[in-house]
């Protein structure tokens, strides 16, 4: 079992940056391939970024490339997303899931484990 937790969100004007974490529970978590998704109101939930267990594979959506920066410190069984250059079709609350196996994938539904999520908010 991998327990997720998520942090970091809130409300930023638009252009600015803001830094999620992702704190992993479980003996085998640092071994999960990760990701960020974000689901807006309305909206059906969405790849963001993901990364390999390693830390050496990264995958983004094309609206958040360049922007947006995935990482993790295994020793720290945490993820992170850096986010800059903030938009307001940013705007969502942003979840992190873990999946078992190597590479990162884009597909909701390899993901096994969901935090809670976080509310990111960017204003004009």
């Known amino acids: 079992q991998v327990q997720l937790v998520e942090s970091g969100g809130g409300l930023v004007q638009a252009g600015g940056s803001l830094r999620l974490s992702c704190a992993a529970s479980?003996?085998?978590?640092?071994?999960?391939?990760m990701g960020w998704f974000r689901q807006a109101p309305g909206k059906e939930r969405e790849f963001v970024a993901a990364?390999?267990?390693?830390?050496?594979?990264?995958s983004y959506a094309d609206s958040v490339k360049g922007r947006f920066t995935i990482s993790r410190d295994n020793a720290k069984k945490s993820v992170y997303l850096q986010m800059s250059s903030l938009k307001p079709e940013d705007t969502a609350v942003y979840y992190c899931?873990?999946?078992?196996?190597?590479?990162?994938?884009?597909?909701?539904?390899?993901?096994?484990?969901w935090g809670q999520g976080t509310q990111v908010t960017v204003s004009l």
């Open positions: 899931a873990a999946a078992e196996g190597g590479r990162p994938v884009r597909r909701i539904n390899e993901y096994g484990y």
């Open positions: 479980g003996r085998t978590a640092s071994s999960y391939r």
């Open positions: 990364i390999s267990g390693s830390g050496v594979i990264t």
